[in-house]
């Protein structure tokens, strides 16, 4: 079967060489070069660094849906003439001309089990809210966002300390092997799903600010934030007015009266949330500085019992 991928992050990479494995790849579409850290040196995407490794056309335009980058795109498309587009993660919403352009359609694969989770940032979402239980959903395109007949579902458990980091890995070895088995049904048909719309929610893009702490939330529900930011975009508080990256954490049987926040053991790093309970902070990363366990960072940086983080 002849395939136009589109994908841009490391969610996307297993999934192109399985394909690539078994069909023909005609082309890679990802997101355009950008300029990284404080060098500013331009980094290539993962999709795009295993499209280049595997010899596959690459193509980065801007939009999809405006402009002459989408005509160009366009243009390219309807010559290659796809029988499937398939899309994991690529991050540009496709318009209704290539949503029609393939013989079989376009196809997603989608980190959350549909209709839960739709949007951009399904495994953090999942973790945060301490689900038990995430998948994969492989779904046909429309114009909706995530909102198309599901084709094919698999499912992952998340036990109480996987992280989004340790999620994403199991999530898109699971997407690759999916979307094999969906490639393999098409030409035969495949039935379809449609999704309940009252069983949705929305898992937005996450922003800096929404990665702070709020260490006013129960242990509980701290603990699964911080798992869930990990390691990226990363959970974050302030010590001593300087950010401080939190990686992870871990419960504890240590309460306090002390205000939310406050260090209640500094020997341990426990941390008072608002229910009384505490989290310690296991792996951190002060401002400058590197990834070092909680044991490493308080042998260079002195905290005393009662300072608050985040002020």
């Known amino acids: 079967m002849n395939i136009v991928f589109m994908g841009t992050p490391d969610f996307a990479v297993s999934a192109l060489k399985s394909i690539h494995g078994r069909h023909n790849v005609q082309a890679v579409f990802t997101q355009p070069d950008k300029p990284k850290n404080r060098g500013k040196k331009i980094v290539f995407s993962p999709v795009k660094q295993a499209a280049l490794d595997d010899g596959i056309e690459i193509y980065q335009p801007l939009s999809l849906r405006k402009g002459d980058d989408a005509d160009k795109a366009y243009d390219?498309?309807?010559q290659l003439s796809p029988d499937c587009i398939v899309v994991a993660a690529y991050g540009q919403i496709l318009p209704e001309r290539i949503l029609s352009l393939p013989k079989f359609g376009c196809i997603n694969i989608h980190a959350s089990l549909l209709p839960k989770y739709r949007g951009a940032a399904p495994i953090q979402a999942c973790i945060i809210n301490g689900e038990t239980q995430s998948g994969v959903t492989v779904m046909m395109m429309e114009k909706g966002l995530d909102t198309g007949d599901m084709l094919m579902k698999g499912t992952v458990d998340i036990p109480p300390e996987m992280t989004a980091g340790e999620l994403h890995d199991s999530l898109?070895?699971?997407g690759a092997d999916l979307i094999l088995k969906v490639l393999d049904m098409l030409p035969d048909g495949i039935t379809a799903e449609k999704q309940d719309d009252s069983l949705s929610c929305y898992a937005p893009v996450i922003s800096k600010e929404m990665c702070r702490i709020d260490f006013s939330r129960s242990a509980k529900n701290v603990y699964n934030f911080i798992r869930g930011m990990s390691p990226s975009p990363c959970a974050y508080t302030f010590l001593n007015g300087k950010r401080l990256k939190v990686y992870f954490a871990l419960p504890?049987?240590?309460?306090?009266?002390?205000?939310?926040?406050?260090?209640?053991?500094?020997?341990?790093?426990?941390?008072?949330?608002?229910?009384?309970?505490?989290v310690k902070l296991a792996s951190v990363?002060?401002?400058g500085g590197k990834r070092m366990s909680?044991?490493?960072f308080l042998r260079g940086n002195r905290i005393d019992t009662g300072i608050i983080l985040g002020e």
Not at 252 to 278: E, M, N, T
């Open 76 to 78: 390219v498309l309807r």
């Open 172 to 174: 898109a070895a699971l």
């Open 252 to 278: 504890s049987d240590i309460s306090s009266d002390l205000p939310a926040g406050s260090v209640a053991d500094s020997k341990a790093f426990a941390v008072v949330c608002g229910d009384g309970k505490c």
């Open 285 to 287: 990363q002060g401002e």
């Open 294 to 296: 909680a044991e490493d």
